[in-house]
């Protein structure tokens, strides 16, 4: 095997095993993944993490099933434990084959039986809108260590292009160039807006919780000595419905990795120096994680899509080709309300409609729809909505 390159973090090759001894089991294969990973710094515990987190990623993935926890599911494997996934699928067996290392990496080799099942919710067939903004750094004195006061624009930058990469029930179709904080005196004014003017169903507000660097010494007698620098790295991702600005999912990811840099050395945070460091290529493992996690967190949710106008009995809706919508597609109608209490408050209702409807024609952003039945459809207006439940 050629000597892997230093910038090469993990390669996986799949092979699928075949399963026709299990006729009971139509949907259960056994799938073995080899990943491999970097030694870095004699650090083979590490390594061979890294490279059992991507086989494990890059198997389920390929077999359809859903990722409760990569990182959690790994440290079982090391403990010989035995896993379940979320809906999407179940591990019924998971082993470690084989570690192998050679001079600066290591193969690692898992075989899994998964059972992916069939029982996809339907709302999974639209593909989502997200809308999101700059991620803010919560606490702006860390990033003066290195030059990363801004790191939160990269990294939503990073995020989007990951998300929009490997999502497959959701896109980001904007991401604005301003800082939201769900901390905002404002902030259900502030998402429900931004959903509005930007024609986008869900809003995804991330903030970098934690930028720390931290200095340990390997002997507290000799603690004036300068001793490897580690950076922390911690992103929480909201997750809120636009129409209500209703909180959904909250994931938070956290790492620690070696920060190789000079305490009072500037880094750009867009340049390769700092991506194809071990703090860049840890960040990135685990937005890539986050934007999984995010994404099936989105997978049965509805396609809420609002009607444009209202002409002839025919609706139009602002979802279409792009988003998945096809003839023939049966949607539900509600009609939106909104009040203010006595305090002031906004609140938001949808209200069933009677009369169920049909997509009759497609275009890439919009849609015609009409009563299934034929019957009138009686104060269906503008800002109204259709879903796919």
């Known amino acids: 095997m050629p000597k892997l390159r230093q910038f090469l973090a993990t390669a996986v090759t799949l092979m699928l095993l075949a399963a026709s001894y299990l006729p009971m089991l139509a949907n259960a294969a056994w799938f073995e993944a080899t990943g491999q990973a970097i030694i870095n710094n004699g650090n083979k515990a590490l ?35 035995r896993f379940e996934v979320r809906s999407g699928g179940e591990v019924n067996d998971l082993a470690l084959i084989s570690e192998t290392y050679h001079d600066d990496y290591v193969t690692i080799t898992i075989r899994a039986d998964i059972f992916a099942h069939k029982n996809q919710c339907t709302a999974a067939q639209y593909k989502k809108r997200l809308v999101s903004t700059w991620f803010p750094i919560r606490d702006r004195q860390q990033g003066l260590t290195g030059g990363l006061t801004e790191f939160g624009q990269t990294i939503s930058e990073h995020f989007e292009h990951q998300f929009n990469q490997t999502s497959r029930f959701a896109q980001i179709t904007q991401r604005k160039p301003y800082y939201l904080s769900t901390q905002s005196p404002d902030i259900t004014n502030d998402i429900i807006t931004l959903a509005r003017r930007t024609d986008n169903q869900y809003v995804l507000i991330g903030e970098i919780t934690e930028l720390s660097v931290e200095r340990t010494s390997r002997n507290a007698l000799l603690f004036w000595q300068d001793a490897p620098l580690t950076r922390n790295f911690r992103l929480e991702l909201s997750l809120y419905d636009g129409n209500n600005a209703a909180l959904l999912k909250q994931e938070n990811i956290a790492i620690n990795s070696p920060w190789e840099f000079d305490l009072h050395q500037q880094v750009s945070p867009t340049s390769q120096l700092l991506w194809q460091s071990q703090y860049g290529k840890a960040v990135t493992a685990a937005i890539a994680e986050q934007a999984t996690l995010m994404d099936e967190a989105l997978s049965c949710l509805p396609t809420y899509a609002r009607v444009l106008q209202v002409h002839s009995e025919q609706v139009t809706i602002n979802i279409g080709q792009q988003d998945g919508v096809q003839v023939g597609d049966e949607v539900t109608l509600f009609k939106h309300a909104q009040f203010i209490d006595p305090i002031g408050n906004l609140h938001q209702q949808l209200q069933l409609h009677p009369n169920k409807l049909k997509v009759i024609q497609v275009f890439n952003d919009t849609a015609l729809v009409k009563s299934i039945s034929g019957a009138p459809l009686a104060n269906v207006q503008a800002n109204d909505f259709v879903a796919r439940q």
């Open 47 to 81: 390594a061979k993490k890294q490279a059992t987190q991507e086989a494990i990623k890059q198997a389920l993935m390929f077999a359809g099933a859903s990722i409760t926890s990569v990182q959690a599911m790994s440290n079982g494997l090391l403990e010989n434990d």
